[in-house]
């Protein structure tokens, strides 16, 4: 049964800081995270702005869409939210979502937690629902603000985004093939206690963790499928940092008879890098981006092609699977939409930056209302008695 994406679409927050302005408050050569790290710049969240609103945003497009299309919404009846920025520890933050669009009551909501890795899990768990279910959908969405301590390694590698996606019977973007390769191992390469707003991370042990569960993961895909890598035609890799995807596509191939030039290496992630290096690391939606990425920016007809994707969460989980674009997934994109809001975003000061940080949601249980900053299609409006309160724009 052909299962995969039928729909993809990103969100990115209005505000975005560029990283030579940070290079220069903190001392360094710009070239440090221009090149080092692959960075341009960094997307930063008003105070009205978290996975929630990042998520529906991100969604409303699509069911928009479906509605322009004469579909029926009431056909979702998953939703699947992907995230490590969790905003409750008991309440799904789908379900915020699930009554920002007014989805279906007659829908499942779920919330998923492994580091950076388990919109891949979603997406695997929303194929093998509607595998049940042909006539169901399934809404993935993959939302997180990465924060880091200030003056930190990992400060430079900040973000925020959100992808949403339809998970479909006959997808039309890509059909998502059933064989996995997958890794675990208990490593304390970066996580974020229950009591701490910044993540704990030890960089290079992390980079060195990450590459280990590329190569283990590619094995186990080799002995689940009878494909290899002279099949792929292009790679989507997790990206913390977009240096990080062509460290890893140069680690999968080492050793490979014949070796693969540089050039062709390059071109198999390139275009998947473009939209993180101006927006940064978002976590669980960091791949996915990467994918949107790919699709908007390569010219060419990409239909009948063979994406290998690599997910990675510290931790760590990963899993390397396999995607074949559909022909006709050209109309199926949001392209112009997506380059309307990245060309929209407002530049930062870094003193700007430095307050937008200082900013952490009330704890007292009182009535906060936030000033309007977002520029999204919903915006979180307040506190009020430990609990949040939403809105449309």
Not at 70 to 97: C, H, P
Not at 141 to 147: C, E, I, L, P, Y
Not at 224 to 237: A, P, V
Not at 349 to 366: A, C, K, L, R
Request: net charge neutral; aromatic share 10%; hydrophobic share 35%.
């Amino acid at each position: 049964m052909s299962v995969g994406i039928d729909d993809i679409k990103f969100y990115t927050t209005n505000y975005y800081l560029e990283l030579g302005r940070l290079a220069a408050a903190n001392g360094f050569d710009p070239a440090k995270y221009t090149v080092g790290i692959g960075q341009e710049k960094m997307s930063v969240p008003g105070a009205d702005e978290d996975i929630v609103t990042m998520a529906a945003s991100a969604s409303l497009p699509i069911l928009q869409a479906m509605q322009y299309r004469g579909e029926d919404k009431t056909a979702i009846t998953t939703v699947l939210f992907a995230t490590e920025t969790g905003i409750d520890q008991s309440k799904a933050a789908g379900v915020y979502v699930h009554a920002l669009l007014g989805l279906s009551p007659r829908c499942r909501v779920m919330e998923l937690k492994q580091a950076c890795y388990s919109a891949t899990a979603a997406i695997h768990m929303g194929c093998a629902l509607v595998a049940l279910k042909p006539s169901e959908k399934v809404l993935v969405v993959a939302s997180d603000v990465a924060r880091y301590a200030r003056h930190s390694p990992g400060e430079a590698t900040q973000g925020c985004g959100a992808v949403a996606m339809i998970i479909s019977h006959q997808p039309r973007i890509l059909e998502i093939s059933p064989e996995t390769g997958n890794y675990t191992e208990d490593v304390m390469d970066f996580w974020r206690p229950n009591y701490r707003s910044t993540a704990l991370v030890d960089g290079k042990y992390s980079t060195k963790i990450y590459l280990k569960s590329l190569k283990r993961s590619w094995r186990d895909y080799q002995q689940q499928s009878s494909l290899d890598f002279s099949d792929f035609n292009y790679f989507c890799y997790h990206l913390p940092f977009s240096r990080m995807a062509e460290k890893a596509h140069a680690h999968l191939t080492n050793g490979f008879q014949p070796a693969p030039s540089r050039t062709k290496m390059l071109s198999q992630i390139t275009d998947s890098l473009i939209y993180n290096r101006v927006t940064g690391n978002s976590y669980t939606a960091a791949m996915y981006i990467g994918l949107v990425s790919l699709l908007d920016n390569n010219i060419h007809n990409l239909a009948g092609k063979r994406i290998g994707f690599f997910s990675y969460g510290s931790g760590c989980v990963a899993e390397f699977y396999a995607g074949v674009l559909v022909p006709g997934y050209q109309n199926m994109l949001h392209r112009e939409q997506h380059q309307h809001m990245l060309d929209q975003r407002l530049p930062l000061s870094y003193e700007d930056y430095v307050q937008m940080y200082g900013f952490e949601s009330p704890t007292d249980g009182g009535n906060h209302d936030f000033a309007t900053q977002t520029n999204g299609s919903f915006r979180l409006a307040g506190i009020r008695q430990h609990k949040r309160i939403y809105e449309a724009r």
